[in-house]
């Protein structure tokens, strides 16, 4: 069975902070692994995907992430915080014998602190 | 492209009530889903579709109904509103092989 757990419900960084949100993710079939990202009364957008190729995969607004297959972990980082990266995130894994459904983490909301 | 739109984007409903929530996209994608957001839960799967003619149950399906007649629209259909099914609703689609979903603008709905 595929799951997502995320670490922390809530963050809070000053600006100009490390940001990281932590996901680890249970599959037994190499999983695609998706952090999206939800502004207030807004739809999810995608920021990053890891599909088996990088590690290391960059997103949008300065995001990056690390797939780290012996620790079953996909954190979300940026390395300087910005006001305008408040939101919720969304960890989620897809894998290939399950079709194109998508098991998603519970969310983290991120605050930053002026 | 429009990519995914639903509507209405806000309903109230009563105890009872039945209604249909609409999901289109114009990317000629074959998967289609409907999820339910509440808080602290993140997203749960209620129904989804490989293709047209194909649904199957999610997550949490009870209460719900869907079809999918053609590769555009997958509405989702509350038979007997409850108020346990106040939540908001997002529908996504996935294009095969691109593994990765486009969300429409969600559905707020409130049961009294």
């Known amino acids: 069975a595929q799951s997502v757990t995320q670490l922390g419900s809530h963050v809070s960084v000053s600006e100009g902070a490390l940001v990281l949100l932590r996901c680890n993710y249970s599959?037994?079939?190499?999983?695609?692994l998706f952090w999206y990202v939800q502004y207030p009364n807004q739809g999810l957008q995608l920021l990053l995907k890891?599909?088996?190729?990088?590690?290391l995969v960059k997103g949008i607004n300065g995001f990056e992430a690390e797939f780290k297959k012996s620790e079953t972990s996909f954190h979300l980082t940026k390395p300087s915080a910005h006001m305008s990266d408040a939101a919720e995130y969304f960890c989620?894994?897809?894998?290939?014998?399950?079709?194109?459904?998508?098991?998603f983490g519970t969310g983290t909301s991120l605050t930053v602190i002026p | 492209n429009a990519g995914v739109t639903q509507t209405p984007k806000f309903q109230v409903l009563k105890t009872g009530q039945s209604m249909t929530l609409q999901c289109a996209q114009d990317m000629n994608h074959e998967y289609m889903s409907w999820y339910r957001q509440d808080p602290g839960m993140g997203l749960r799967l209620i129904h989804y579709s490989v293709g047209a003619g194909i649904t199957d149950q999610g997550e949490v399906p009870n209460g719900y109904n869907v079809s999918r007649s053609t590769t555009e629209d997958f509405p989702l259909r509350l038979l007997s509103a409850a108020p346990s099914q106040t939540s908001v609703y997002f529908c996504?689609?996935?294009?095969?092989?691109?593994?990765?979903?486009?969300f429409g603008p969600g559905t707020r709905l409130t049961v009294t």
């Open positions: 599959s037994s079939v190499p999983p695609y």
């Open positions: 890891y599909t088996s190729a990088a590690t």
């Open positions: 989620a894994v897809s894998v290939t014998n399950t079709g194109n459904q998508f098991y």
């Open positions: 996504a689609s996935t294009g095969q092989g691109l593994r990765e979903q486009y």
